[in-house]
């Protein structure tokens, strides 16, 4: 699977790694450029609503165990485990960016090699406002 980035994400991410030190540049780091390298980029009104992006709200269910959690995808600097919001950086973050509600995805975590199934995937520009 390939997974699918919206235009300003790529930017966002792309300038967020190039301020980071050589020290902050980790393996997820890494693999988050090689994610974005091989990823489908979309212009921002095109990219299909239920792909997680920057700013999505997910659920998902890991395989082994059946443990599911939902989270919000956000820039590392608003990233809180107590609120629920993940940062892009995280290994979890990294898996599951560009991916969409329905999919499921193998990923090596640090506990190790885990398959995550994509339950649910809300966007806040996809929620009509009242």
């Known amino acids: 699977m390939i997974p699918v980035i919206k235009v300003t994400d790529v930017e966002t991410i792309l300038k967020l790694v190039g301020n980071l030190t050589p ?36 659920e998902a269910r890991f395989e082994e165990g059946g443990q599911q959690i939902g989270m919000t995808l956000v820039h590392p600097k608003n990233a809180d485990l107590s609120s ?21 995805i193998e990923w090596k975590l640090p506990g190790g090699k885990r398959t995550i199934q994509i339950l649910k995937v809300s966007n806040p520009e996809s929620i009509p406002v009242s």
């Open 23 to 58: 020290g902050e540049k980790t393996k997820e780091v890494r693999q988050l450029v090689s994610e974005i390298q091989k990823a489908k980029k979309v212009p921002d009104g095109t990219i299909p609503q239920h792909v997680i992006q920057l700013n999505s709200y997910f």
């Open 84 to 104: 629920h919001k993940l940062s892009l950086l995280s290994p979890l973050g990294v898996a599951l960016i560009g991916f969409k509600e329905g999919d499921s």
